[in-house]
């Protein structure tokens, strides 16, 4: 067993919190008046765990960490960046979030909600680049809302 099998005080399994942060990471982006979306695929092929968009369009990706052996062993996170404005590591409330980098936001979530602990640096995204990602992000939900 690794530290990624239980978080300290947890009987979860690492699919189990990652479940838990996803779903209190998705509750903190609606409290925020975001509207999320799950595994979202990014023209660099990489997927992001959660992607927003706020009313104004800004793009805000969250990286979901199940625990520090996933930390470690995960480098694609500085990939994202070209493609948000906002970047957020979640993470469960065990998780020693001191050695996460500075820059990036930090979101400690639970299945049942959680709290944004750290706000990110703010990348505008260029126009373009924005409209394609709306563009796609926008026939990706309306994809999934479909009975197909």
């Given amino acids: 067993m690794t530290d990624d099998d239980l978080v300290v005080g947890s009987t979860l399994s690492r699919p189990e919190i990652t479940d838990a942060v996803t779903r209190g990471a998705f509750r903190v982006l609606i409290h925020l008046g975001l509207a999320p979306l799950l595994e979202v695929s990014l023209p660099n092929g990489r997927r992001a765990d959660l ?18 052996e996933d930390f470690r062993s995960d480098g694609k996170w500085p990939e994202y960046a070209p493609y948000c404005d906002r970047f957020y590591f979640a993470v469960a409330p065990e998780f020693p979030y001191d050695i996460l980098p500075e820059g990036p936001g ?41 009975l197909a």
């Fill in 106 to 146: 930090l979101i400690v979530a639970d299945a049942f909600g959680g709290a944004v602990v750290q706000e990110p640096s703010v990348t505008p995204l260029a126009g373009a680049r924005r409209r394609a990602l709306t563009l796609s992000f926008a026939r990706l939900g309306a994809l999934r809302s479909g």
């Fill in 51 to 68: 992607m927003a968009l706020s009313r104004k369009g800004e793009v805000t990706i969250v990286e979901v960490k199940s625990g520090l």
